[in-house]
């Protein structure tokens, strides 16, 4: 996959990770209640059908998910897409990539479609809302088929959809983390659809966190454990003013996007 747009790397291990040890008594009673809420929700997520389908359902769904994790959503806005008069496109939303938590914040803050790699969709948690909820799937495997794909975001950006991909092509323990592959960025210019730049960044108990990060050799049981036991822990969505498509290329929408993504994770998380 030498040279492939989705042949990405990071430098980032399991090092990286920093989180709680296992807990005992109290500590771990919460971990299985927030697994047995997790459980519970994911059911009605399975039973759910046609009714997932549903842009607040998927919204509602999400919220539930990170609520029963114990994960508190921050996010100004109400959501990431960009109105466009007269025109009905819809939104490339690009953000930067560190956990699977990553999809189930931007859901929560906008029901969309999710471009993500085909392993999610066998993931618990995430993959049962992502499948139910129509991501689109690829294959980093099969560069050739990455062409198909850019057509049909596009398509589906001027049918009105949001569209949620994450550029990076791989995670990182934080913000900011790779630089920014363009071929998604065609989409928006063929469709001529704006662009969101929006940051994704993580803190516990008020303070910059590596805890959610899904890196390295690490499994997503590993993962989950983590975050189940986590105390304090917080998902900070932040959306950047939309890029307009007209007068750029996508290599430059793509820097602008890129390097609207790193400021933001430049500056200090909030709590």
Not at 88 to 96: D, E, F, R, S
Not at 144 to 170: A, K, M, W, Y
Request: with cysteine; charged share 15%; net charge positive.
């Amino acid at each position: 996959m030498s040279g492939s747009p989705w042949s990405a790397v990071s430098s980032c291990t399991e090092a990286c990770v920093t989180g709680n040890s296992p807990q005992t008594g109290p500590g771990r009673a919460l971990t299985l209640r927030r697994y047995a809420a997790l459980a519970a929700t994911l059911a009605g997520t399975a039973a759910a059908g046609r009714r997932l389908g549903a842009a607040e359902e998927v919204r509602r769904r999400a919220r539930l998910l990170l609520a029963d994790l114990g994960v508190t959503l921050l996010c100004e806005a109400d959501g990431l897409a960009v109105p466009v008069p007269g025109a009905g496109t819809g939104t490339l939303v690009v953000a930067n990539h560190i956990s699977w938590l990553d999809v189930l914040a931007l859901l929560a803050v906008q029901p969309a479609t999710v471009l993500a790699k085909r392993e999610v969709g066998q993931w618990p948690v995430v993959g049962t809302l992502a499948r139910r909820a129509g991501t689109r799937f690829i294959d980093r495997g099969r560069p050739r088929d990455l062409p198909v794909t850019v057509r049909e975001l596009g398509v589906l950006l001027r049918s009105g959809e949001t569209v949620i991909v994450f550029p990076e092509g791989t995670t990182w323990c934080s913000a900011p983390g790779g630089p920014f592959r363009r071929a998604t960025f065609q989409a928006a210019l063929d469709a001529g659809a704006p662009v969101r730049p929006v940051t994704v960044s993580y803190s516990c108990r008020g303070g910059p966190s590596t805890l959610p990060a899904f890196v390295g050799e690490g499994s997503f049981a590993a993962s989950l454990r983590r975050v189940a036991a986590a105390r304090g822990l917080t998902v900070r969505v932040t959306a950047h003013p939309a890029l307009q498509p007209s007068g750029h290329d996508r290599r430059s929408l793509a820097a602008l996007a890129h390097a609207a993504v790193s400021g933001a994770a430049r500056s200090p998380v909030g709590g």
